[in-house]
């Protein structure tokens, strides 16, 4: 079964720091861009940050940059965002995708492979 799975999520007060991590099981995702996304509650899904399959392009939503910092390890085939400088409008269930033909996008409709969500809520 292919799977990415998302782990680090938790409560952190205001202006803290988290660091997300997703990691790929049944099939390798080394070569696929990632994604990240967030959906708050009542709330569409939205973008948050992108990079592309050699870690050289990265792309964020306007409201995380300067926060937020996307790396991967393609040795390992995982994608992590440090999260720094958290705010209260943070608080979502955060998402990593893969699309596996490499090429980096914002549109969630880009991306074939989706985790289960991490839930990451800052108190102020």
């Known amino acids: 079964q292919v799977q990415l799975v998302e782990s680090g999520g938790g409560l952190v007060q205001a202006g803290g720091s988290l660091r997300l991590s997703c990691a790929a099981s049944?099939?390798?995702?080394?070569?696929?861009?990632k994604g990240w996304f967030r959906q708050a509650p009542g709330k569409a899904r939205e973008f948050v940050a992108a990079?592309?399959?050699?870690?050289?392009?990265?792309y964020y939503e306007d409201s995380v940059k300067g926060r937020f910092t996307v790396s991967r390890d393609n040795a390992k085939d995982t994608v992590a965002p440090q999260m720094n400088s958290l705010k209260p409008e943070d608080t979502a269930v955060y998402y990593c995708?893969?699309?596996?033909?490499?090429?980096?996008?914002?549109?969630?409709?880009?991306?074939?492979?989706w985790g289960q969500g991490t839930q990451v809520t800052v108190s102020s």
């Open positions: 995708a893969a699309d596996p033909s490499g090429l980096v996008a914002t549109d969630e409709s880009a991306y074939d492979y």
């Open positions: 049944g099939r390798t995702f080394s070569g696929a861009a």
């Open positions: 990079i592309s399959r050699d870690g050289g392009r990265t």
